[in-house]
């Protein structure tokens, strides 16, 4: 029998060595007889009657040792063969041995309960620590209903009906019960209160019903059967009781952990959504009116535009179509990375890769501007979503082409540090007002017309960053990197991404032929 | 003989402004709004190459994909919302030849669909063995590349990787496809192989190994070499 026994009745112990002690000592007294005298003899009947108390009952050591006395008596004791007691030392003997069987009896029967008391306080403690032990281990405390459940049937050996509550009313069922005893539950979960004997509330139910208490309220309530329960102790009930409240308390905790997210998440959703709504509002709104401004003058005058106006609006619409297209998709990569519990698509990539897609896109959408490349050689692979990496290359060099002045290329330079790598976009451009270097990086801010950023003469150029920037920022972070704005030195900004590298994860093939 | 388009697309506009613009360069253009209607003109039709969108109200194409190459080759062009489009990726591994990603410019969709219909049939014609772009020479057949007029050495996996993305010059080539065709269908997984060799490979053959002229980089798709001239 171990202590992490969850059952608590102790397997009945076998009665034959009791049994055996016995037949042992009469053949050994049998044997001894002619050996040694009446005294001796009954010490070896003492000592049998209390080694055979260790596993008999009470009951059964009494009366073996009234029997064991009574044929000492018919065997050994002068007149022998008969239960006349011939001499008065004999009678004492008698008795005296008798009193003494007894009192071992009796004493080793109350250690033995002592004993078996404190297994099964031990076993309950135990159950208890388990118990919560799951609950703690448990994401949702109701997938483990069917442990209280079992663990409570064991306790009273018989099946068990749970009712768990469901938001605000009485929901789950689980088990059998009659009517009245869901109606039972219903009652005890309702007030909080255990019913059933011994609890002072509806005594001659032949049930109990104990409620899962939480610090607030009741959860859940438990219906337990006493039908193989004869007589239910109160410390039964507390230990059933105590597993109950378990349960309430996580069950719970679980509630309050669900409303706390729901409430984040509906903070979260408002507060994204008024992203959107100020990106639309903000940054949308002036290429499509460039667009339909193009587009209707086309519609309109066509025929009285020349060949080269036509060419221009027509480019304006593409070019703005393009500036649009680049805003959603920044917009919609903010939301979606905004989202909690997103999965990136992360995959082995090399850095030269990514740099070099973005020279070819950003060559592709302005073929007049020099964009260049320094990467240090024998850059590790990082383990990144190329996709989101790319849009982050992408916007800080179409960034920097907007701002960042015509008189230098922009730069993409790539480093590796002792254990992240270091992507730096660079321009030459004015640079960027103290008060405005943090907060370039929130949703919807740019450098206000006025301070040194950018002159109220190019405000055309310096449209679309409204979102750029924070998205980055969020594509570095959610790579557990960080993008950060650097003044140079002799002017212009370097806008810095750095990414960790694990040197255990980077992946090598095992050989390059 | 002008070449049959099937255009499944279910926005209208779009639909009715690809047609437009498809037919003025010459292209009869058969339109379909769902996979339902696709599958009808398929079965009645003649068709040349397919635009194919995905995100269709009634499924993402892949059954279209399926009863297409039942012994035809009809070149699929794959048109997708998003950059990282799991049916897109699903349906290039599968073997659509290429794909473009909303919004494109028409220029874009007539170079891709110049591409797909030139290696309409590769399957049944002779295997492309020699490829030209620039100064750099290819011939499979006698396992040669020559870049400006001098001999390359290529490792035989640099070759073999360089012989797959020749076979598809200016279509996409998908991660997996190279892995599973370079390496074997065991190693679909081990992208990181397929950057070291690339890298290798760019050294060799690119003038700025990070400013790609040559060996493009479809960022989580795949690779793409460079149409070649004829």
């Given at each position: 029998m171990t202590p992490t026994d969850a059952t608590p009745p102790a397997p009945t112990p076998s009665r034959w060595p009791g049994a055996l002690v016995w037949t042992l000592a009469g053949l050994a007294m049998g044997v001894l007889y002619p050996v040694l005298d009446l005294a001796n003899l009954a010490m070896l009947l003492v000592l049998a009657s209390a080694l055979a108390a260790l596993w008999l009952t009470p009951a059964m050591c009494l009366a073996a040792c009234a029997l064991a006395v009574l044929v000492f008596n018919f065997a050994f004791?002068?007149?022998?063969?008969?239960?006349?007691?011939?001499l008065h030392q004999h009678a004492l003997l008698l008795s005296t041995m008798l009193s003494v069987s007894w009192i071992v009896a009796l004493l080793m029967a109350r250690q033995r309960r002592l004993a078996e008391a404190e297994r099964l306080l031990a076993q309950r403690a135990r159950q208890l620590q388990d118990f919560g032990a799951t609950l703690r281990d448990s994401d949702d405390p109701r997938l483990r209903a069917s442990d209280l459940q079992a663990a409570l049937a064991s306790l009273v050996g018989a099946p068990v009906a749970l009712l768990l509550r469901e938001g605000t009313d009485a929901g789950t069922r689980l088990g059998k019960a009659g009517s009245d005893g869901w109606e039972g539950l219903g009652m005890s979960l309702r007030h909080s209160q255990a019913m059933g004997?011994?609890?002072?509330?509806?005594?001659?139910?032949p049930d109990w019903y104990l409620p899962m208490r939480g610090r607030q309220a009741a959860l859940g309530a438990a219906l337990l059967p006493?039908?193989?329960?004869?007589e239910p102790t109160p410390e039964l009930r507390a230990h059933a009781q105590a597993l109950c409240d378990q349960m309430g308390l996580a069950l719970e905790r679980a509630h309050a952990t669900h409303a706390a997210t729901s409430a984040r998440e509906q903070a979260h959703a408002h507060a994204l959504r008024n992203t959107l709504l100020a990106a639309i509002s903000h940054d949308y709104r002036t290429p499509l009116a460039t667009i339909l401004g193009a587009a209707s003058s086309l519609h309109d005058q066509a025929d009285r535009l020349s060949a080269g106006q036509r060419q221009r609006l027509a480019a304006t619409i593409i070019d703005e179509a393009g500036q649009l297209g680049r805003i959603t998709d920044n917009t919609l990569q903010l939301a979606r990375l905004d989202t909690p519990g997103l999965a990136l698509h992360l995959d082995w990539e090399s850095v030269e890769e990514l740099v070099g897609t973005v020279l070819r896109r950003a060559r592709q959408r302005q073929p007049d501007r020099a964009v260049k490349a320094r990467l240090q050689a024998g850059l590790p692979l990082l383990r990144v979503d190329a996709v989101l990496l790319v849009q982050l290359l992408d916007n800080l060099v179409d960034n920097a082409l907007k701002y960042g002045g015509e008189s230098a290329p922009v730069e993409i330079a790539a480093t590796l540090e002792s254990n992240q790598i270091r992507l730096a976009v660079r321009d030459r451009g004015p640079g960027i007002a103290p008060a405005w270097r943090e907060r370039?990086?929130?949703?919807?801010?740019?450098?206000?017309?006025?301070?040194?950023?950018?002159?109220p003469a190019d405000a055309p150029a310096r449209r679309g960053a409204g979102v750029g920037l924070a998205v980055c920022r969020t594509i570095a972070r959610a790579h557990g990197g960080e993008l950060t704005l650097r003044m140079r030195q002799r002017g212009g900004c370097s806008f810095e991404c750095t990414l960790p590298v694990n040197p255990a994860q980077a992946g090598a093939p095992e050989a390059l032929a | 003989m002008s070449l049959t388009v099937l255009l499944v697309e279910d926005d209208r506009e779009l639909r009715t402004t690809l047609r437009e613009s498809l037919r003025v360069e010459g292209y009869v253009v058969v339109a379909a709004a769902s996979l339902a209607d696709a599958h009808a003109l398929l079965a009645n039709t003649d068709v040349d190459i397919v635009l194919l969108d995905l995100g269709l109200p009634d499924g993402d194409g892949e059954t279209l994909l399926t009863t297409l190459r039942r012994g035809r080759s009809t070149p699929v062009i794959v048109i997708s919302?998003?950059?990282?489009?799991d049916p897109k990726i699903r349906l290039l591994d599968a073997g659509a030849d290429d794909f473009l990603v909303k919004p494109f410019s028409l220029g874009e969709l007539l170079a891709r669909m110049r591409v797909a219909l030139r290696h309409r049939g590769t399957p049944l014609q002779a295997a492309i063995t020699h490829y030209r772009q620039g100064d750099l020479r290819v011939d499979l057949r006698a396992h040669r590349v020559r870049l400006a007029d001098e001999d390359v050495h290529l490792t035989p996996t640099e070759f073999k990787l360089l012989a797959r993305l020749v076979r598809n010059a200016g279509q996409v080539v998908t991660h997996r496809q190279l892995l599973a065709d370079v390496?074997?269908?065991?190693?679909?997984?081990?992208t990181h192989y397929l950057r070291l060799y690339m890298g290798q490979l760019r050294t060799k053959l690119e003038v700025d190994p990070a400013d790609?002229?040559?060996?493009?980089t479809e960022p989580g798709v795949g690779y793409r070499l460079v149409e070649g001239e004829d």
């Open positions: 004791v002068p007149p022998r063969f008969t239960f006349s007691v011939a004997p011994g609890t002072g509330r509806h005594e001659d139910q006493l039908t193989n329960q004869p370039v990086f929130d949703a919807f801010q740019r450098g206000d017309p006025g301070d040194n950023r950018a002159q | 919302a998003r950059e990282t489009d390496w074997g269908a065991e190693f679909t997984e081990h790609p002229q040559r060996l493009l």
